[in-house]
């Protein structure tokens, strides 16, 4: 079995393997590291597109696109292509089988497990669905891997002889993570993880973008989709230009008129002070969970391409008293944890001495009540392992019956940390019928044990009787019941993959064509003649010939789009 590791993120997704001693990221068939993390409906209706194809696609055709459907990973959300209509499990299992592709054509080998990455925040239900999706894309998991714990395994692989204590800030496209771990004698120990699964560049992207409309005089929630997509693509332009510069500026048609956007550093920070602000919290929860102080932290690393913008980097400077570091190219350094973790998980012989050790991103516990006066109040979290506990665990609390002559005690298994578990993930139950007794007389021991394949051991002893009860949670109710899955394979059969040895004229195409879209007057005219040129080249079909015209139209392209900003 071939095991590969697999960044599966927001905004672009990287495939990566362990051999011969280290970790290596492997191309596409664009010859590219990241994947955008898009999938398109072609114009025939049945063709999937996906990564540069689909990207090239989203702001000329929003509704046959779909792109950060990561943050809906566990909802019911629909998601409609044309008349065809996913959720984020789907898309994402288009995503996963085109990078397994990937990993084949550039392995020579068939590959049929993955480490795949996941926000360390993310819950129970999400990460069922990122299971159910590299199922339905033909991957077993062989484990899910939090996001800031790969980049942290990437990063003290470099130099496993040191003894430190350091922070991974892990701000995605999507997704904000925070851990702090030790590394001593060539283990990694998680001390604790938090983060925000609702927090990522995107929403810094989006910020600045409705900040420019509005300083436009332009309401951008109601701007038509293809607009809103392309002030979308100048404001992550401007995003990334400001993390070295002082100072972006664009042209575009929006609204029915050109409009000169501009932004500096200072303002940009400014517009989104309360998405900066909103990072604080998961950081103070993690040092709390670690019961350390930031005196004791010798490095922050910054994983995750938003981590380039100054911001970003002046916020971890100010919190932790130290310039932050980016070891390994933050774009890169999770799926190359991951490829390690795909390493440890086959027992290679490089990573012998290597122990890596994770935590509990969520605490576990059940339903319970309790009695105030007359008053019963029922469907209260009581935690029995902790959020940021060391893994594998073993914990155990006792409950006792809360009604006179009560033949059941219902054990209500939740993930959490809210009060209440309605506000919880249900994650199973168990009936344990106890002997009639006066309420509060019968007692039961509650033991979990939790390991780090997810797997949580439910067990239950009746004290008076000594009488065992137990159950295993390894799926949740929300999981796809067998034929949900049948049924979403043979619909994800029934559609056209677009074939890979067309990847790169698609993408190309697309290019021109959302070029064309965009310049007027001669400009236009130049991108129309390109793709004449490039189709004439490919009803030729002599590979040679489509590869010299198609490396001879990159740059003309190039010299186009720079016409774009003025």
Known sequence: MTAIGIDLGTTNSLVSVFEDGRARLLPNALGDYLTPSVVGLADDGRTMLMGKAALSR???????????FKRLMGTKTSIKLGRSSFDATQLSA?????????????????????????????NAIQRQATKDAAEIAGLKVTRLINEPTAAALATGLLDRTAETTFVVLDLGGGTFDVSVLEMFDGVMEVRASAGDAMLGGEDFTRQLARHLSGEAGIDFSSLPATEAEHLLSITERFKRELATGDQATASAQIAGRIHDFRINRNAF??????????????????????????AR?????????????HAVRSLAARIFRQLPVQIIDPDHAIALGAAIQAGLATRDAALDDVVMTDVAPFSLGISSATRSGQHLLDGLFAPIIERN??????RSRTFSTISDNQLIIEIEV?????ATVADNIALGKLNVP??????????????FTYDTSGLLAVDTTILSTSAKFSTLIDNLAQALSPAEKARRLQEMDALKVHPREDARNRALLEAIDQLHAMLLGEDRAQAQALRIRFEVALAGQDPKVI???RERIVPLLDHLERALVR
């Open 94 to 122: 288009f995503v996963l089988r085109a990078l397994k592709a990937d990993a084949e054509a550039a392995l020579g080998i068939p590959v049929d497990a993955a480490v795949i990455s996941v926000p360390a925040y993310f």
């Open 414 to 418: 939740y993930q959490g940390e809210a």
């Open 389 to 394: 506990t060391p893994l594998p665990a073993s």
């Open 297 to 309: 932290i010798d490095k922050v690393v910054l994983v995750g391409g938003a981590t380039r913008m």
């Open 58 to 68: 989203l702001a000329l055709h929003p509704d046959r696109t779909a792109a950060r």
């Open 434 to 447: 106890v002997p009639p007794a006066p309420a509060g007389r019968e007692a039961i021991d509650v033991r």
């Open 269 to 294: 920070e400014k517009t989104t002070a309360d998405l900066l602000a909103r990072m604080r919290r998961p950081i103070d929860r993690c040092l709390y969970d670690a019961r350390i102080d930031v």
């Open 547 to 549: 590869e010299l015209e």
